[in-house]
């Protein structure tokens, strides 16, 4: 075993910590709505901070150095110009701040308001069965992470019974995460994710510190040296061999990225959860900063791990981490293993409990999240459509919390049954595009657009849906397969996209009241109102800005443009530097010795901006909901 006393401690008291912060969140959930979106009371920093740890998750962690370890620094260099893309969706509130607008708790909701019920109802249904697919490797990852991580036996002795220790284990997590979801519903979640965010990134930091004072920029770059000169992990235009993580996974990627704007419905409780749209659209905007701590531990820690197992100077190390992995069922499983296996062996005693620390909550964050997710969706987007009258309060969180068990359940069985064969975001992509290959169109087009119909809805969605699950069912039968998970949703969304303008433009003519569907002035205390028939914007307006944005707005603003097209300069210059001369690797290894450094110092920055604001934010949202008054028609229920 892996652990001491001091690490088992750190890793238990966190444990508790989480579960009695659950207990006292308890009494402010009294209503479906709070259930659901924990009654609209969440400011920007609660919202980008809990969304956040919700999104990157146990899984995702281990996803993310197994994709540095093979793309290196320059991966990084490629997904610098997404950060302007980035940057003009969440400023300009992008499909955010009208989804908003609109107060439907879920997105399938929308859809019933935009095309029809029956869509919703097919849209619930598909987000479900993609999501909870999606979602059913999750467990198996954690549990496999912890297993190897702290060195348990392959199985438990509980009283007179042994019991195999992967179920048991990924049994345990997934009871954990139901605790936290039925005590509070999305106001425990929410909370709890935030304060679990910033107990990551401070120990994110850490980590990161701590494994650059053990091993030297000599070192890292000598061992990254001996990559492939056509799979270079220091200079991006030398990546031509590089296979999956590649250019062409980068460019799908950045197009995903204005495609699936709140698409993906895997965190739809906080697409619901801001106080107004204009909260929504600034907890957006600070995601442009609250990813950093995240950012930087998962590009050096894979890193160091490539240092050590291919440097002469941890040719001990490397032997052991080679030792361990050898047992693992496939090299999909050791890809996932090998890094964490390196951590094992560096980080000393109580930074290695802190560690395994972060991953429980990175695991029960996203699992909470998730489970509150795809429950919901299954009742309020197929359950409830069918219904000729709405629930009542008590039999509709009942139904809510009997959804979110059967999730937990099939996720725990797709877990033990399923053969993973792709790396895990080629995984995600594949079974994410079974939604999000054709739901960006029908909702950008049914926001934007008068003139998307819903025959051109339906259309986009077989088609995006038929192409992912088609690619799932080859990958299974076939090993090796040319096109990835990645290159299907890319084909995905361009089919479906087409479709749905296609149909939209052959079909009947016919436009849709926009303005009436958003509600526009029509929500108490909504700082943005209708834009209708306003002048050009001008100044401050033209950045993205409300009209009534406060000093403090403006400054984020301000600042977030600043770095963003910084960066984005920074990008456009090297390329076309590198594109037209020979740039030594000596030169791309000091460039990246000061983008690190700068990421350190911006890290501590943004950790204590983001913990002060947050605890703002709680603050707040625990008094209104202390006294709010609760609406019980409020349950996301449409009238015929």
Known sequence: MNFTALDWVIL?????????????????????????????TAGRYMISVSQGVAALGAISVVGFL???????????????????????????????????????????????????????????LLAFLSGIVNFGIFPAVGARFFIHYIGLPESLQLGPVAASTYPTVMALLLLTSLFFVFSGGQVAVIITDFVQGIFVNLVFLAIVLFLLST??????????GTAPADASLVNPFRTSQVRDFNFWYFLIGTIGVVYVVMSWQGTQGYNASAESAHEAKMGAVLSNWRGMPQTLFLLIVPIVA????????????????????????????????????????LLPTGLLGAFAAVMLTAFISTHDTYLHSWGSIFVQDVVMPLRKEPFSPEAHMRALRISIVGVAVFIFLFSLLFRQSQYI????????????????????????????????????????????????????????????????????????????????????????????????????GDPEPSRTGQ?????????????NASRADRTIYLVTYVWIVGWTLVFAIGTAWNL????????????????????????????????????RDVKRMLARLAVARRDSSDDGWVER
């Open 12 to 40: 238990l008291a966190v444990y508790l910590a989480m579960a009695c912060g659950v207990l006292f969140l308890r009494p402010y959930m009294r209503g479906v709505a709070d259930f659901l979106a924990a009654g609209r």
């Open 66 to 124: 197994e994709q540095n370890y093979v793309a290196g620094f320059a991966f990084t260099w490629w997904g610098m110009s997404t950060a302007i893309v980035v940057l003009l969706i969440t400023v300009t509130g992008f499909v955010i701040y009208r989804f908003r607008e609109t107060r439907c708790l879920t997105l399938a909701e929308f859809f019933e308001r935009r095309y029809s019920r029956r869509f919703r109802i097919f849209m619930g």
């Open 215 to 224: 091993v030297s920029w000599d070192q890292i770059f000598t061992a990254l």
């Open 306 to 345: 490539y240092t050590v197992l291919h440097h002469a100077d941890f040719s001990a190390e490397s032997a052991a981490v080679s030792a361990r992995i050898a047992a693992a069922e496939s090299e999909t499983i050791a890809n996932q293993l090998r890094v964490p296996a390196v951590l094992t062996l």
């Open 425 to 524: 975001f080629l995984f995600f992509a594949i079974t994410g595009a079974i939604f999000a290959g054709g739901s960006g169109a029908v909702l950008i087009g049914g926001l934007y657009w008068k003139r998307g119909t819903t025959a051109a809805a339906w259309s986009a969605m077989i088609t995006g849906s038929t192409i992912a699950v088609g690619g799932i069912v080859v990958h299974q039968l076939i090993d090796d397969f040319p096109i990835n998970g990645q290159v299907f949703w890319g084909i995905a969304m361009a089919a479906s996209t087409l479709v749905y303008v296609g149909v939209s433009l052959i079909g009947r003519r016919a436009t849709f009241d926009l303005e009436d569907l958003l509600a526009r002035g029509a929500e108490a």
């Open 535 to 547: 002048p050009p914007t001008r100044g401050w307006r033209a950045l993205g800005l409300g009209p």
């Open 580 to 615: 037209t001369h020979d740039v030594p690797d000596a030169d791309w290894e000091r460039f990246w010795k000061f983008y690190v450094a700068l990421q350190v110092f911006v890290t501590v920055v943004v950790i204590i901006w983001f913990t002060a604001g947050g605890l």
